[in-house]
């Protein structure tokens, strides 16, 4: 079976440029999250979306948006990028909502701003 | 708030030696704690999880950690580490912030084999 797949692989942008990065969750998976890895950090929870419909969002400004299909695949949306908005983007997906499911990470994309 | 902190920013030890990874969270209520390894190139893997119940939990790969909610503490260890165990591991509790679960990582330590 198919993991969590994320395209592109890697990207570079100039500032001030749009970005769109997509996702497939496992096949059944109804939940999809984005996280945010700088490099040498932990990652950074973005938003979480369930049944299309947004759960929730971290402290991220509103240049970052996301939005999830009927198939449940998702794309997320960078406005206006920053040199800062360089990192690897990771999606996860779980079958349910809930942290009681376990969520499973795809390999990511990295992003360059140049 | 939530925080999870990993004090340790890089560990180097001998192949064969015990491990292991120390991790603090801060979280009100009962939490749900977790332990991720990320090796370059690959995604990061659920090594394991902390529901309730026993506080001792083993994962894959060999690896244990222990929940102590008077610490506040959920340590990874591993008794004997192998060449193959280099790479970054997060500790990670889960959260609630209004309808989403989302989980807050740690800043993670990189480990390091020596042959």
């Known amino acids: 079976d198919a993991g969590v797949t994320q395209s592109p692989t890697h990207l570079i942008k100039t500032r001030g440029q749009h970005v769109t990065l997509r996702c497939s969750p496992i096949s059944g998976h109804k939940s999809v999250s984005w996280y945010q890895q700088v490099l040498g950090q932990g990652p950074q929870f973005i938003f979480q979306?369930?049944?299309?419909?947004?759960?929730g969002r971290g402290n991220f400004p509103d240049r970052f948006s996301a939005r999830q299909f009927p198939n449940y695949s998702s794309e997320l949306n960078v406005n206006a990028l920053l040199l800062g908005d360089s990192a690897l983007y990771l999606c996860?997906?779980?079958?349910?909502?809930?942290?009681?499911?376990?969520?499973?990470f795809g390999p990511g994309t990295r992003l360059t701003v140049l | 708030a939530q925080s999870v902190t990993q004090p340790d920013i890089h560990i180097t030890v001998s192949e064969g030696a015990s491990l292991e990874l120390r991790c603090n969270y801060s979280y009100g209520a009962t939490p749900y704690l977790f332990w991720y390894v990320q090796s370059p190139g690959q995604g990061l893997q659920l090594l394991l999880k902390?529901?309730?119940?026993?506080?001792l939990v083993q994962g894959i790969k060999g690896f244990e950690a222990e929940f102590k909610r008077s610490q506040s503490s959920f340590n990874l260890r591993k008794p004997s580490v192998h060449w193959s165990d280099a790479a970054e591991y997060f500790c990670a509790v889960g959260a609630r912030g209004g309808s989403a679960s989302k989980i807050i990582f740690g800043s993670g330590t990189r480990l390091s084999i020596r042959p």
């Open positions: 996860a997906s779980r079958s349910g909502a809930d942290l009681y499911n376990e969520q499973f």
């Open positions: 979306y369930y049944e299309k419909e947004e759960r």
């Open positions: 902390y529901f309730s119940g026993d506080t």
